[in-house]
């Protein structure tokens, strides 16, 4: 049987190393992206995987995205909640804009996601849900008081569905990366990123497809005894 993964955010950076390596393992993959349609072109074209566009903050897009990725390939086995923003800002800079833009695309996205694919995971007894965190969510980041509370929420919530989920062979995990070399990181001034790398013991930023192993090893079907947990894939920056 060939299994469905939605990966939310999938067209670049960490999201299309997470797709191409399900596609790899044989999943039948749907991305999904939020409105840069040169860059989904690019990523269809190269990697042959078919991408929907739609806010995953938008709870009512949520569902409509996942009715018509179950309408063109069945229900979904597995969830990878990928897709993320950053509005950075100290406290005293931040709008209340950039606050709620920032948890309802990184963290309100997980609830959308969930409930638009939970349901039909508990009926057929099987589901993986993947939810991208951050290193930042875990310790915290000067100017990021948004996306520290939205990741720090993201690995609440994984540990609260997976206690839900687990009667039903559903699990829910939670990866959190430290800097890795996508447009996000590339946003980052190039004086702040030199001090970042300096705190990382391994000596370099991370790669997309360093993420995307952790992902394989919560999405197998043989994963079965792992729920509720986090996996930090950081260059030893933060040991948790
Ligand atoms: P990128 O900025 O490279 O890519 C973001 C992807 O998310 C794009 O496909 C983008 O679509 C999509 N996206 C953004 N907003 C929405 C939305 N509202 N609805 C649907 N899709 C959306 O991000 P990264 O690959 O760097 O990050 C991926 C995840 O990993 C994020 O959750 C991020 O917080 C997390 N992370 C990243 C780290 C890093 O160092 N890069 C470190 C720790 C965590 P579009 O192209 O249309 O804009």
Not at 15 to 44: M, P, T
Not at 130 to 150: F, P, W
Request: aromatic share 8%; glycine share 12%; charged share 20%.
């Amino acid at each position: 049987m060939t299994r469905v993964a939605v990966v939310t955010g999938g067209t670049r950076g960490i999201g299309r190393a997470i797709c191409e390596a399900l596609r790899d393992a044989g999943y039948d993959v749907a991305s999904n992206y939020a409105g840069n349609d040169e860059a989904a072109q690019k990523f269809e074209a190269e990697t042959g995987l078919k991408s929907y566009k739609f806010d995953v903050a938008d709870y009512d897009a949520c569902q409509a995205g996942i009715d018509q990725i179950v309408a063109d390939k069945g229900p979904v086995d597995i969830l990878v909640n990928n897709a993320g923003i950053t509005r950075d800002g100290t406290l005293m800079r931040m709008s209340r804009k950039e606050w709620d833009e920032v948890i309802d695309t990184n963290l309100g996205s997980c609830f959308n996601m969930a409930h638009a694919t939970f349901p039909s995971m508990r009926e057929r007894n099987f589901g993986r849900i993947i939810n991208i965190g951050s290193i930042n969510g875990q310790a915290g980041q000067y100017g990021q008081v948004n996306y520290a509370a939205a990741k720090s929420g993201i690995h609440g919530f994984t540990k609260a569905l997976a206690q839900e989920g687990a009667r039903y062979n559903i699990t829910v995990n939670a990866i959190a990366p430290g800097y890795v070399d996508t447009d996000m990181v590339a946003a980052v001034p190039a004086n702040v990123l030199e001090k970042i790398v300096a705190q990382v013991p391994v000596g370099r930023l991370g790669h997309a497809d360093e993420i995307a192993r952790g992902v394989m090893f919560f999405a197998a079907d043989e994963a079965t005894f792992v729920t509720g947990s986090t996996m930090s894939i950081n260059g030893g920056q933060h040991m948790y």
